[in-house]
């Protein structure tokens, strides 16, 4: 056998367009589009059909789409390592328990624990230290009027870290020290609807002082609680990849919130279920939601509380929210006006109930504002925020930064020159 001779002097091994397809896990047609953004380079050898691609370069696109955040085969979506929530099939879980169930028989603020810990601890409590108050409540009284709920928060937010010199500690007890007291914060420099309500435990009661007018019994009280548990957490949400993000740079625990706040505001995560109660309201000021639904449509737009990509089925949280609603006679006018609003789309579409109607629900019929569901959600998202930053915590640094995939001008360009019409003003202008 004749010596081959040193490897660097044999030539560098070529794969075939279905070969570099299976290595980066994606279809044949990707691999040319890796092609066309300068990510891959092919070549056609004399007497071979199709295109061939060196093995190290394929091998380096490999490893910068294979990191420990990556891209699901065939997908967009971000994949994250987490032991706090499951969805499986139509149901969820926290920490593998059925989290309808734990905000069926828990307060919040247990759920929260649970969530954090791993351990239940019944009858917690959360208190707000006097400093980070009145840090948060001067801040958020210099806002503009018009402010809405979420701006209160995410200045909230910002002020209490302010007030808290141990927020650069990321330990897990210096974080749940700082959980603990942020969120009956944000909850307390809500403005106040009642004023006859205090500031003390537990969550539920403090925010319904600031989300109504009206004097809730103990089963809306009760309501909203299990309200708070079950919106706790739910797995890679938008706002949540935000503050994993957030935590991945190391950011503090009231940073991480503060990114997810800023995550939560649009209509289709946090502020979607304002959009349902106006909707609701609609239906009930006309006693039928089919011409609330037609113009929805006609106006080019989809229809709120309905539909949820992760469950083919109804929503579990939409369904346990609105078993408890019936046991409340206030909730009766608006369950019904979601039933129609359901039973109406029902003629042409399978989109089921999500949370967004039954938070919807309970807001329209407890005399709440349209972003009291808004609100709602944040406060409890909150719970789950802090777990998923003290899970990232733990994890490598600087995971979250998936490679961008330039699609723009191959390079060297000229430099640019002043558009026409648009001449350079004299320096003594």
């Not at 957490?233 to 997810?260: F, K």
């Amino acid at each position: 056998m004749r010596d081959q001779g040193p490897l660097p002097a044999r030539q560098a091994r070529r794969l075939t367009t279905r070969e570099t397809a299976e290595r980066l896990g994606v279809k044949p047609e990707t691999v040319y589009a890796y092609v066309s953004r300068g990510q891959l380079t092919s070549r056609r050898d004399p007497g071979r059909r199709g295109s061939t691609f060196d093995a190290a370069e394929v091998e380096a696109l490999a490893r910068r789409t294979n990191r420990e955040t990556t891209a699901r085969p065939g997908s967009a979506e971000l994949s994250v390592r987490t032991r706090l929530t499951l969805i499986d099939g139509d149901r969820y879980f926290f920490r593998g328990v059925d989290a309808v169930q734990l905000a069926a028989h828990h307060s919040y603020e247990e759920v929260a624990e649970w969530l954090w810990t791993g351990t239940l601890r019944p009858g917690a409590t959360f208190t707000a230290p006097r400093e980070s108050l009145e840090a948060a409540r001067q801040a958020v009284a210099a806002l503009p009027e018009l402010s809405g709920p979420v701006d209160r928060l995410r200045v909230a937010a910002i002020a209490a870290a302010v007030a808290d010199p141990l927020r650069y500690d990321l330990s897990e007890e210096s974080v749940l020290g700082a959980a603990r007291t942020l969120i009956p914060t944000l909850a307390a420099t809500l403005p106040l609807c009642r004023s006859t309500y205090a500031d003390g435990p537990p969550i539920a009661r403090r925010l319904w002082g600031r989300l109504s007018h009206q004097d809730p019994d103990e089963a809306s009280l009760r309501v909203l609680d299990m309200a708070l548990g079950l919106l706790a957490d739910h797995d890679l949400a938008a706002s949540t990849l935000a503050v994993r993000v957030a935590a991945s740079a190391r950011a503090h625990a009231y940073a991480a919130v503060s990114a997810g706040l800023g995550a939560l505001e649009g209509p289709l995560h946090g502020a979607a279920s304002g959009l349902a109660h106006r909707m609701l309201l609609d239906v009930l000021d006309r006693k039928n939601a089919a011409p609330v639904i037609a113009a929805e449509l006609r106006d080019g737009r989809r229809i709120p509380g309905l539909g949820h990509r992760l469950y083919e089925g109804e929503d579990p949280r939409a369904q346990a929210l609105f078993d408890a609603l019936e046991e409340l006679p206030s909730a009766h006018c608006a369950l019904a006006a979601a039933r129609d609003v359901v039973t109406t789309t029902a003629r042409h579409t399978d989109l089921r109930a999500n949370v967004d109607l039954a938070l919807a629900v309970l807001t329209a019929s407890s005399g709440m504002a349209p972003e009291a569901g808004e609100t709602i959600f944040a406060v409890a998202r909150t719970a789950g925020w802090v777990a998923h930053a003290l899970e990232e915590y733990g994890e490598q640094p600087l995971r979250m930064r998936p490679s961008g995939q330039y699609v723009g001008l191959r390079p060297p360009q000229p430099l640019p020159t002043t558009a026409p019409g648009e001449a350079s003003s004299p320096d003594d202008e």
